[in-house]
């Protein structure tokens, strides 16, 4: 089945939108989130960044100016030139070839401890505020007594029988950061978990985790889309702080944080070595956090008018013009 | 209260006496405490109430003096701490009891305040078709059909269309675009869409400004005329729409049935002291 949208577009109706229910086509609601997103400055240097962030991380996987391994020993510490942009660390290797491949590994750390961190403070979140009072002062308990625990800490415990890997930053990072999601997520919550539209629901025989995912979760939007881009960020900064400590990113695997400890032992002597990984995580860091304010104000239909007026236009659009394909 | 004889007249069920339908819902003996074990205060004191297949019944009374609390505790959003609600003979005894579960089905609940009772960040259509998606969902396919979609368009539009609203309009319209009286009468088509045999409406118009008042009382008076045999109980401090829409009055003061009658009869002759206090201060 395909109908015509308002600006003369045809789409395909999946069996969920078939039925007009004020349901948006996926693809036209991501056009107008990334629109309105594109529109406000903060949101255009997030989508920049992702982009190159991404782009350069793909690109990584098959092309680096110089292989990885290749050292020139004549040319350790080099300052940047036509053949090495960023110069050379201690070892004589390519710092932007080491940036570029640990771009991937920053992008996957990040990835993985958003999911994490949203798995276990989602969790978090629905034992707190599950209708089962003793459960959920229960919950608050552990999760305010857990949050007390420091991610190098967590790390550091994590790496004793496991050693120095990714895994560690993204179990010790998304622990911390889940808790702490779950935390601030739970005013929202809890406030959703009482309100009168999860008690129509209830009584209309809607199950306890359906409420959950389509009531109260969308609820906490605003928090939860901050508090993911965050931990994104934060995990980041968390891998060089950790790989430093011997406790993340394993010697030989590229990271930032790697090319910033292996440059800092000689920062007042090669100061520009350390620049490029400092600058390069404090401006993907500064793009999650900005990114993160830009999903809150735009892919929220309380705070973005033009996810309403796509969706009014849309079901009356369908009703009025859709035909069978 | 003015056009008293006018509106009795235009009532459809005017009968001084009550329904002799089945008893649908019937609540025996309900007590109801809040506070702490220290200090206790007693919200019902050994109520019985009856509602009947196709009756309307209005639960009247001063501000906290048990309505809302009965009213939960009947429709099962709520439990006594003494006393027993039955639905079709069945006994509601927690959220798994097949009377319960029944009463899901067969009920549909109007809130005080549209804007709290609607997720602000659903459409008015997929409010309405929430609880048919789920009963879709429920009937044993893991995704729904074509043939389900449309029925429940279908059925979300006849909704939206029984109370007034134009559903090309309001289908994909948010809560945060609608007055008061439009998001009221949504969420009364979100109630009726299942075509419930009983409905409560909580104080429905309380919330909202005089003209989504008319609305309201319109589609409340549309959905009594399309729906006879569907039971209604609808709390109210407004005896205008009680006389228009109830054909009983159950009066409640501080916590127990202070009187109940045939609304005609009621408002004409009421017995006790408080019952004329409330008429008189509603004609007032």
């Known amino acids: ?325 | 209260m003015r056009e008293t004889n006018e509106q009795t007249a235009m009532r459809k069920h005017e009968s001084a006496e009550p329904s002799n339908g089945t008893v649908l819902l019937a609540a025996r003996g309900i007590c109801k405490f809040f506070g702490t074990r220290t200090h206790r205060i007693q919200a019902l004191h050994d109520v019985d109430m009856d509602v009947r297949e196709g009756e309307c019944v209005a639960v009247i009374g001063g501000s906290g003096c048990g309505k809302t609390t009965l009213t939960r505790i009947m429709f099962g959003l709520d439990t006594a701490d003494a006393g027993t609600v039955r639905y079709r003979g069945g006994l509601l005894a927690g959220p798994r009891s097949a009377a319960m579960r029944q009463l899901r089905v067969e009920s549909g609940i109007v809130f005080q305040n549209p804007f709290t009772s609607l997720d602000p960040r659903w459409s008015a259509g997929r409010s309405i078709a929430e609880g048919l998606v789920v009963r879709a969902a429920r009937s044993g396919r893991r995704r729904h059909s074509a043939g389900d979609g449309e029925a429940i368009d279908a059925a979300v539009r006849g909704a939206l269309a029984m109370v007034g609203l134009d559903p090309d309009d309001f289908i994909g319209r948010y809560p945060l675009d609608m007055s008061g009286g439009q998001a009221q009468r949504v969420a009364i088509a979100r109630a009726m869409v299942a075509q419930p045999r009983i409905m409560l409406a909580d104080e429905p118009m309380s919330a909202v400004d005089v003209s989504g008042r008319v609305q309201i009382l319109d589609a409340l008076t549309e959905i009594r005329r399309r729906q006879p045999h569907m039971a209604m109980v609808i709390v109210s401090h407004d005896l205008g729409v009680v006389q228009q829409l109830a054909d009983r009055i159950v009066v409640l003061h501080d916590g127990r049935i202070e009187e109940t009658g045939a609304t005609g009869d009621l408002l004409a002759n009421p017995q006790s002291a408080y019952t004329k206090q409330l008429i008189a201060a509603a004609a007032w």
């Open chain 1, 1 to 325: 089945m395909t109908a015509v949208s308002d600006d003369g577009k045809r789409f395909k109706r999946s069996g969920r939108d078939r039925h007009a229910t004020g349901n948006v086509p996926l693809r036209m609601r991501f056009g107008v989130i990334m629109r309105s997103m594109w529109q406000q400055s903060g949101g255009r240097f997030a989508l920049i960044v992702m982009a190159c962030w991404i782009a350069v991380s793909l690109l990584s996987l098959f092309w680096t100016p110089y292989p990885l391994l290749q050292t020139d020993g004549g040319h350790a510490w080099a300052s940047p030139s036509a053949a090495h942009p960023l110069g050379t660390d201690g070892v004589g290797a390519d710092v932007l070839s080491w940036l570029m491949a640990g771009s991937r590994t920053n992008l996957v750390i990040a990835l993985l401890t958003m999911l994490v961190s949203a798995m276990i403070g989602l969790a978090c979140t629905a034992v707190m505020v599950s209708g089962r009072r003793a459960l959920a002062s229960a919950g608050v308990v552990v999760v305010d007594a857990l949050i007390a625990i420091p991610t190098v800490l967590l790390a550091l415990l994590f790496a004793v029988p496991f050693g120095a890997s990714i895994a560690v930053i993204v179990a010790a990072c998304g622990m911390t950061y889940g808790l702490n999601m779950a935390r601030i997520v739970k005013p929202s919550a809890s406030l959703a978990a009482r309100s009168a539209y999860v008690q129509a629901a209830r009584a209309m025989g809607v199950s306890a985790w359906r409420v959950f995912f389509t009531h109260i979760v969308p609820s906490t939007f605003p928090v939860l889309a901050v508090q993911l881009s965050m931990s994104a960020g934060t995990s980041i900064l968390a891998e060089a702080g950790l790989t430093y400590l011997g406790v993340g990113v394993p010697s030989g695997v590229p990271s930032w944080g790697h090319t910033l400890t292996t440059s800092v032992r000689l920062i007042s002597v090669y100061p520009l070595t350390v620049l490029w990984p400092g600058l390069t995580v404090t401006l993907v860091v500064t793009a999650l956090y900005l990114l993160g304010d830009a999903i809150r104000d735009c892919a929220d239909p309380l705070a973005n008018v033009e996810l309403r007026k796509l969706a009014a236009t849309v079901s009356r659009q369908t009703h009025n013009t859709g035909v069978d394909a």
